[in-house]
């Protein structure tokens, strides 16, 4: 039967997916229905890229940079005005904590400010060259560009890939997440107010295998940036291959902590503990393995567990430390990887609580502390995706450097020692984006560039290296004899 569902945003038009069919919406925190979503395939894949390659050759090509940035802007500041009403639709769809809903959305916000600032600063640049010859290098967009983005931070996501691409001048074809993307909506609909040219922002909703397969294989894209499993990412590289297509890929990780004995351990504690609970684990930059020296280890690990007793984890709007995971298929996964490791012997050392909020329907997980793990067990190499860490001793810098580079992923690291020398040695070789000493920054602000190594993709999204991605040179030789 059909339902009017409206939720693809195709030419500043809402409209239902061309097949009417839906895709039921479920609050992680209850289990219970709160709404649908259009199940948009390949018919309304092809009217989205249509309508952005229109776009892209018109209103938004004709646009000057000033002028983009000045929209980007105007969106960053309506998203503040709405901040909270999007954090509670945040929240309520991906089950996270209000305050980690709120810093979210804040974050969007930055994004627009940020991209819309830099709109007009992005510009190339001249070359020597022969007598009687100019060179000039310009920059200039890559065209259509499609996203397909994850449900961990959905408007997080929209302002990182979103806002970069149509400063550099792209248009854009986004495919949110099934599992949730209601804030996408609420904020395609703000981009539309501020006066986002039709066309330049176009949102299909639908499943992975349909719309997200159809977008990444479209023969009329230029650009693809994907961020989710490595499983998907390849099929994504695949498709992209196949059309010839440039693509950034952030893939997740098991990025480690590694913990040294002249390390302040009350400065880490806290920050070890946050960077695994964030989002209830459901973090690409999440740090899932912690290595501690061995000189230190029962200490600290005492410590740790101690703290990882005192987490709570409830329902979105008690607001406590942990939200639910997104989904019954997220919770046993992470479940999964729990009961395999009990069967291998491996000891529970400490474990977050349930609050009373966390109520049978909603999708709850106790944060765990794990150790000590073998570097090899899967507990130690795969991404879990969930609120587990795993405590992994070393012997000295060497081996802690061995351990921290060998698994396949390699997005970000924190280093804990006061040593300088240590800290430069490691960071340069560490086989990771981002290197954080004395902190951890969960993919850290707007301005840093942030991608992987390995297994953790490839390409940079943030700060100004994203804008690079989202454009291409062009060289101009000009002989003036
Ligand atoms: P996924 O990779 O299937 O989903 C990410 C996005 O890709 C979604 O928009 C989805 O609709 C789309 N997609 C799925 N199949 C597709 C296909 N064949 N062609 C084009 N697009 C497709 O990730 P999923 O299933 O949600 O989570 C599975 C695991 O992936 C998680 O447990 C976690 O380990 C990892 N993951 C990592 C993320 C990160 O931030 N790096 C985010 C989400 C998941
Ligand atoms: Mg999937």
């Not at 983009?68 to 901040?83: C, D, M, Q, V």
């Not at 959305?105 to 070359?127: N, P, Q, S, V």
């Not at 390995?454 to 991605?469: I, M, P, V, Y």
């Amino acid at each position: 039967m059909s339902k009017s569902v409206k939720t693809i945003f195709i030419n500043n038009k809402w409209s239902e997916s061309s097949n009417h069919d839906t895709i039921n919406v479920v609050a992680p925190s209850t289990g219970a229905s709160i709404g649908e979503i259009s199940r948009g395939d390949k018919a309304d894949i092809d009217l989205a890229v249509a309508a952005a390659r229109q776009a892209f050759e018109g209103v938004w090509g004709n646009t000057a940079a000033a002028d983009r940035g000045r929209l980007l802007s105007r969106l960053g500041l309506k998203i503040a005005e709405h901040a909270e009403e999007l954090a509670q639709l945040e929240a309520l769809d991906t089950g996270k904590a209000m305050k980690l809903a709120r810093n979210d959305i804040a974050a969007t916000a930055r994004y627009f400010e940020y991209y819309g600032g830099a709109a007009d600063k992005l510009h190339g640049d001249t070359i020597p060259f022969l007598n009687d010859y100019q060179v000039l290098i310009i920059r200039e967009p890559r065209g259509v560009a499609g996203h397909i983005i994850p449900w961990n931070y959905p408007a997080q996501m929209f302002g990182r890939t979103i806002a970069a691409a149509l400063a550099a001048g792209n248009t854009t074809v986004l495919k949110p997440a099934e599992e949730a993307c209601l804030s996408i909506i609420r904020l395609t609909e703000l981009a539309h107010e501020v006066g986002i040219p039709a066309g330049v922002l176009n949102v299909v909703t639908g499943n992975g295998d349909e719309a997200g397969a159809a977008l990444s294989s479209h023969k009329d894209i230029d650009f693809l940036s994907f961020t989710g499993s490595p499983e998907v990412g390849t099929l994504i590289q695949k498709a992209a291959a196949d059309n010839h297509v440039p693509c950034v890929l952030e893939l997740g990780g098991k990025s480690p902590q590694i913990v040294f004995d002249d390390a302040d351990i009350e400065k880490a504690l806290p920050v070890i503990v946050g960077a695994i609970i964030q989002n209830t684990g459901q973090t690409c930059s999440a740090g899932s393995r912690v290595l501690i020296q061995r000189t230190i280890y029962e200490e600290f690990v005492t410590a740790l567990a101690k703290r990882m007793n005192g987490v709570r984890v409830g329902s979105h709007d008690a607001d406590l430390d942990c939200g639910p995971v997104i989904s019954a298929v997220q919770r046993d996964r992470v479940n999964g990887f729990l009961d395999r490791a009990k069967a291998d012997g491996i000891a529970v050392i400490g474990q977050g609580k349930l609050d009373p909020s966390a109520v049978s329907g909603g999708f709850y997980i106790k944060p765990t502390l794990l150790g000590p793990v073998d570097e090899e067990h899967e507990l130690a190499q795969d991404e879990v995706f969930g609120p587990v860490l795993v405590a992994i001793p070393f012997d000295d810098e060497d081996d802690a450097l061995r351990i921290a580079n060998g698994t396949e992923f390699g997005l970000i690291a924190g280093i804990w020692t006061e040593n300088g020398g240590r800290q430069m040695r490691l960071a340069k070789k560490l086989r990771v984006g981002q290197v954080y000493i004395n902190g951890y920054g969960a993919g850290g602000g707007i301005e840093l560039p942030f991608g992987g190594f390995k297994r953790s993709g490839h390409g940079r999204e943030k700060g100004f290296e994203a804008l690079k991605e989202y454009t291409v040179s062009k060289t101009i030789v000009i002989n003036h004899k």
